[in-house]
């Protein structure tokens, strides 16, 4: 019986001891774990801190317009407006009624309409 | 265990065999007292080590569980700080990034740890080829201590040096102050130099927050208008010939700077490269006899105050003579003038007499509360004081009726025009927003004209595009409204008819304005296409059009029919009553 608990008392320890030790290395290499991906972090804050200031570069509207001018002709119109009152879109059925807006006459809208294309 | 090894010893010591069989100790021998008493102090040692255990034990359970507190802050996470640069951002009212410090490496030597100075600078020329190699070989061949080679390199660059494998050079991280918009906004921004002081504009204005607080500076800067603004003055600069430009967009009803541009401008990323030509602000710190742009002001305050009416007018027949001036008219219609005859054929003698009926306090009066007779209390350093007559004569009163023997700043003239035209409530121009902008004074705006006198500027200045010398500031749909300028300016203490500053300012959509668009140019010259004239209606007037139609898309304003009935009825005007024709002919 004495043995018995004698096993058990050091089963006991020694289980408590490895734990201890375990749960010590699990936490330490968290920590490193942690702490790498702290500075991990902190770089691509960096990162993204130096791309925000190139996107802002690239993104300078006098290049934009010139991209523009490149790779879309249709609005390459000396920069004239490109942007129009939604009434005086064409409608997609040439038969539909056209019901001009109180404060635009058909015929303002056709001209405008001619111009645009 | 500890328990154990005691109960041995202590059977050890009162001689006790410890075979099981004789385990049962004897009683009622002589010696039954003494193991009494061993047993009671066994009890309480076993007693005082359980104590201690269950101390120990609570302690250990109470640090390992209850104690969080107290452990080491190594588990912090560290990211949620971000990065942190010495100098704040600046970004526009869009939070686009107008200016930011990027971390960069400086290349500097330790001379007296270097003994082959000579072939290092020729290695170093390599890399930086602009380098002089013979004043940098000099120096890393003397025994100084420390030596800067070149500030912010670039990451090639350091990577290039660092291939040389040279162990005298290293480097020090620094920061650098970067626009990457490069010119755009420059005058308004500033720069900073090489050691993150602010010089100039916003950097100067708000350097202690910018190095102190962690939220960017939001400037009310629009950089899309101010982008189109530019190009289009710059067109202009460069079609006219021009010395140089001034532009403004202002907030209608809040006077916030959308956008501000002084042509010629710089780049922010080198200010050392730029001419002082380049570096003043053409819009806020240069001060101009502005010409009639300024009628703007005077109609405003004589049908304020009631001297005369819409329907009222003045005799422009002959140049007013005054002392040794003679007034004339630019575009002289040699006859009785409407009111809003004078101000859309920008009629000197009209304004001159005009400023006479209301009289030199009045006038004063009104000029000082539209803020055009001190510097604006702006936090910008680039403020240029107004230049105003003293004493303040008749003749005075007469002269700047039309914009003459005055001088203001472009950005004056913008906050007072919007004045004019908001419904009558003047605010100081402001270039920042949120928790950065400290203007004292009220969202509401300071009363100047009442509504009514607004709405006849607002119908004035509609009729200048319309019909009078602003035609070519018309953009079809926008409903433009404006007043051209053109002032001669003093050269060599003389008026010069060659050195023009030509202006417009304008404002759309004029039934409901919403933004002010002025342009200046300075010195343009006249061509073919516009006859020869330089004049504000043929030069600045065409930039405003164009820029109002650029600049409406991004602002969300859609173009209206102004032919339509109701828009034409909220506009009307009559411009010679026949009532007073009829009186007068």
Redesign the interface.
Known sequence: M?TFA?VV??GLACAAGFALFNVTFKVEKL?AE??EL??Q??DD??SI??L??????L????RLETLADSYLPEFKTD???????IELLPTRNAKEAYVPS????AS?AKTTIGKRQ | ?IA?AIHRTIRKSYGVPSSPEHSVPRTGGRSAPAIETGRTRILMMVGLAVFAFTSICVRLVDLAMFQVAEEPA??R???KA??T?QRGDIVDRNG???A?N??TASLYAKPNEISNGDEIANQLATVLPDLDVQSVAAKLNGDGRFMWIRRNLTPRQQWRVNRLGQPGLDFQTEEAR?Y???A?GAHLLGYADIDNKGLAGIEKAYDESLRTNRDPVQVSLD??VQ??LR?ELSRAVAEFAAVGAAGIILNVKNSEVIALVSLPDFDPNHPSDAADNQRFNRATLGVYEVGSTFKIFTTAIALDTGVVDLSGGYDATQPIRISRFTIRDFHPEARWLSVPEIFMHSSNIGAAKMALDFGGETQRAYLSQLGLLDSLPIALAETGAPMIPRPWRSINTMTIGFGHGIAISALHLAAGAAATINGGLYNPPTFVMGPHNASETSPAGRRVFSEATSLKMRKLMRLVVEKGTGRKGAAPGYLVGGKTGTAETLSAGNYSSDRLLSSFVGAFPMNDPRYLVLVMLDSPKGNTKTKGFATGGWTAAPVVS?VV??M??FVAI????E??P??RRELAIEITPKRLRLATY
Do not use: C
């Open positions: 004495k004698v008392w050091f920590e942690l702490g702290n500075r972090i902190l804050q960096q801190h130096i925000k200031a190139e996107w802002s570069y993104d300078r509207p006098e920069r004239a407006p490109v942007s129009i009152r109180a404060a635009l006459s303002d | 265990m154990f190594t588990a996470a560290a990211y971000g990065v640069t686009v990034l107008l930011t990027l971390t970067v990457p918009q490069g755009l950089i899309r982008h189109v190009d164009r139609q650029r409406a898309p859609v173009p209206i029919d032919g339509a109701e828009v």
